[in-house]
């Protein structure tokens, strides 16, 4: 077994990290600044198109997607080389994801047109979203049923001549309150009497189509998540698409769904490990240079004890991501998935300690806006909730560990 990475890892790794310290750490004071001069806009600020821009030209682009460069212009990094890259993103999650066009829901609306789009709707969709010309929503999830079980869902998908005519309410449709969102991938019923994994679909819906209609933006613990484009509740209200933009087959949304789960979910583990890390970083400079009677709190041998646990939980739960990656790239998501389903459960539960006990080395300065600490707590707990709460992953994992 070898634990060392490739030349291909090294290299971006490396690119990353240098690219992260010049501009990425730099630019959040001045997202904050252009935050705050514009508090009623969605739409993203300057200085992440500047990003973009800085990060293109040094080919730091779409480095999430797998698969044939020549195909997509990606990177075409293997799952295993893009999990330190992930990682060293989730030091700074307002910027750096989007940064390098690596960002939720984008990214995963973006497997999805490349592995099930047709032609037209990848040259229509998929190459603005490649080229972060446009962004795009995920919507799933609704308030009226219990969407971890996305049996549930409710939204209809009719038929109608050369139409499909939508009807349905979203809501925590990342990005969506940004207006350059421009395409929303629905999930729908279009066979309510049919078996119950093939009664769903997937639907492309044009932001601007007549009928679609953003409710109101969600806040998470009262941040409105702006530098991702919010979180909207959204009507769908007797949309009319042409049948053109179904993805795949009628009957194969639940299919589709589960394979954009899986890369989905192993991305944000990856990333919160960055946060984790992050956190840890802070936490020890803050230990070191602050005094609590009449020692420095690093000194303190609980805290001490928190620094060691930190280390003992983000060096092996890394390995464990990585080893995920690994099993994706050579045996498939699919057969992947116990591993996916364990990361979920472990890493953001592990990573919420972790920066729990950063904020309270920072005393009330942890829990202020003046570190990210508060704002990546934020972030860190909705992650057990978000693509699929830790009990559904559990209850899955249990169920295979036992068999049953
Ligand atoms: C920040 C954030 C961003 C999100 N982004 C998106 C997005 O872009 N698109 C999208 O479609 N959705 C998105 N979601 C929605 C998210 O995926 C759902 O909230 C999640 O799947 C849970 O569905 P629900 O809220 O309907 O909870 P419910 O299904 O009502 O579940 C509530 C609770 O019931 C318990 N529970 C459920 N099933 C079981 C079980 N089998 N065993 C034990 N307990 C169980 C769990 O504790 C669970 O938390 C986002 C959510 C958040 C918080």
Redesign the pocket.
Known sequence: MDFAPDARTDEITAQVRAFLREEVLPAESVLDEQLAGTPDEWTPRPIVRELQRKARARGLWNLFLPGDPSETGAAGLTNLQYAPVAELTGWSPRLAPAAFNCAA?DTGNMEVLNEFGTPEQKARWLTPLLNAEIRS?????EPD?????ATNIGTLIRRDGDDYVITGR?W????AMNPDAAIFIVMGKTAPDAPRHSQQSMILVPRDTPGVRIVRPLT?FGYDDRDHGG?AEVAFDAVRVPASNLIGDEGGGFAIAQARLGPGRIHHCMRALGMGERALSLLTARATERHAFGRTLADQGVIREWAAEARIQLESLRLLVLKTAWLMDTVGNRAAMTEIQAIKIAVPRAVQTIIDRAIQVHGGAGVSGDTPLAELYAGIR?LR?????D??HL?SLGRAQLRL
């Open positions: 829901p929503a995920f919507c799933m999830t049923v219990a969407s971890s079980d979203k925590w449709s990342t990005g998470v979180h909705s909730i978000a693509d699929g709460p009990e559904v209850s």
